[in-house]
């Protein structure tokens, strides 16, 4: 059995759960040529995740996050995940990344975007989306920048699923204050929990307009059917899509082998 954590959480929807264990064994195969003893399967819950006495603790011995063991066992705790000791593979948000995870995790590389409208290579942008026939629908833009229907989405109830999340909150932010204006725009805002979430809260009326990244979108239009009474009116600039890291123990060979192993599945 092997000392190793690995999980791929960030896309990992009911319906998406055998293209993602797909996608880990092609992974994990690559990097068991190599000899990396990568775990047969990927953490789902708090259950699958090894227990660290005492909590995880940083460089200088500060607890950080909490022993896996005393979280509710059929959830999964992002932040002890991807700041697990053990943490040989996971994707994760710059949002996050920026807000101080970077500092206890090595980048191991980017996920493509190629596919998914709104993307381009490592980039992605964030669809807005508001309730069908409230907007007219908008398609991304070819170079990549930011559209923001500033008249269209004043007034409204904004929800994302984050307040960490840089597609739900972040870039929307950022994009609004390159236009002069922020988050007071909306009369409202709340957490949703997840971008597919917010989409249901759209669609049943419980809000009014969110940022949902691009593949996320893409994910909620092939199994979401609330997705079918939501549209897209605009788009937050392109920017870095969710990397892959491991643990900032991880040794520089073990490292090497993962972005080789990256680069061919």
Not at 135 to 158: E, M, N
Request: proline share 7%; hydrophobic share 45%.
């Amino acid at each position: 059995m092997s000392d190793f954590v690995a999980a791929l959480p960030m896309y990992d929807w009911p319906e998406m759960r055998s293209e993602v264990d797909a996608q880990w064994a092609r992974l994990r195969d690559a990097l068991r040529q190599n000899g990396i003893d990568a775990p047969e399967t990927i953490a789902r819950v708090n259950a699958d995740l090894r227990p660290v006495e005492g909590g995880i603790r940083d460089t200088a011995g500060k607890v950080i996050a909490p022993d896996p063991a005393t979280l509710p066992p059929d959830e999964l705790d992002f932040h002890g995940l991807w700041l697990h000791p053990a943490l040989l593979f996971a994707q994760t948000c710059w949002g996050p990344m920026e807000l101080g995870l970077s500092t206890h995790v090595q980048l191991i590389g980017q996920p493509r975007y190629d596919a998914f409208e709104g993307g381009q290579g490592e980039l992605y942008s964030s669809a807005l989306v508001m309730r069908a026939g409230e907007a007219p629908s908008v398609g991304s833009p070819s170079d990549g920048s930011p559209v923001i229907p500033l008249d269209i989405l004043r007034g409204k109830h904004f929800t994302f699923n984050s307040l960490d999340s840089m597609s739900g909150i972040i870039a929307l932010t950022r994009d609004l204050e390159a236009l002069g204006e922020s988050l007071d725009i909306f009369s409202e805002r709340s957490e949703s929990g997840g971008h597919r979430a917010s989409i249901v809260a759209i669609a049943e009326g419980r809000a009014d307009v969110a940022a949902i990244d691009c593949k996320s979108w893409a994910l909620a239009q092939r199994f979401e059917p609330a997705a079918q009474a939501v549209k897209v009116v605009g788009w937050t600039g392109r920017r870095k899509g969710l990397p892959f890291i491991a643990a900032r123990s991880t040794p520089e060979k073990i490292v090497a082998a993962l972005r080789e192993a990256l680069a061919v599945v």
